[in-house]
């Protein structure tokens, strides 16, 4: 069981950033592929960003590709998500997510067992 609890959200202007952390509770954090999904009122989840075990793989939504970077530090068991340029279309809650399963990185919710409890990120026009 891992528990995950995010953290870094907030109110900021078009334009600005923000840099998001995800903090799991388990000794083997370097096993899980991690992503981070977002959540906009009376829209489904939608997928961010993922990175496999030790960093070397990310993968991007299309739509903050150039913008947000997804990083991890195994040794503070922590995920991050730098996000810059932020659009109001960015406003939602923030998810970060854990799986041991599989091999692959995926950018499905099926891909993932472990889900945070969410930070909401507010960007204003």
């Known amino acids: 069981q891992v528990q995950l609890v995010e953290s870094g959200g907030g109110l900021v202007q078009a334009g600005g950033s923000l840099r998001l952390s995800c903090t799991a509770s388990?000794?083997?954090?370097?096993?899980?592929?991690m992503g981070w999904f977002r959540q906009a009122p009376r829209k489904e989840r939608e997928f961010v960003a993922a990175?496999?075990?030790?960093?070397?793989?990310?993968y991007y939504a299309d739509s903050v590709k150039g913008r947000f970077t997804i990083s991890r530090d195994n040794a503070k068991n922590t995920l991050y998500l730098q996000m810059n340029s932020l659009k109001p279309d960015d406003t939602g809650v923030y998810y970060c997510?854990?799986?041991?399963?599989?091999?692959?990185?995926?950018?499905?919710?099926?891909?993932?067992?472990?889900w945070g409890q969410g930070t909401q990120v507010t960007v204003s026009s």
């Open positions: 997510a854990a799986d041991e399963r599989f091999s692959t990185v995926t950018t499905t919710t099926l891909g993932y067992t472990y």
């Open positions: 388990t000794g083997t954090f370097s096993r899980y592929r």
């Open positions: 990175i496999d075990w030790i960093g070397d793989i990310t």
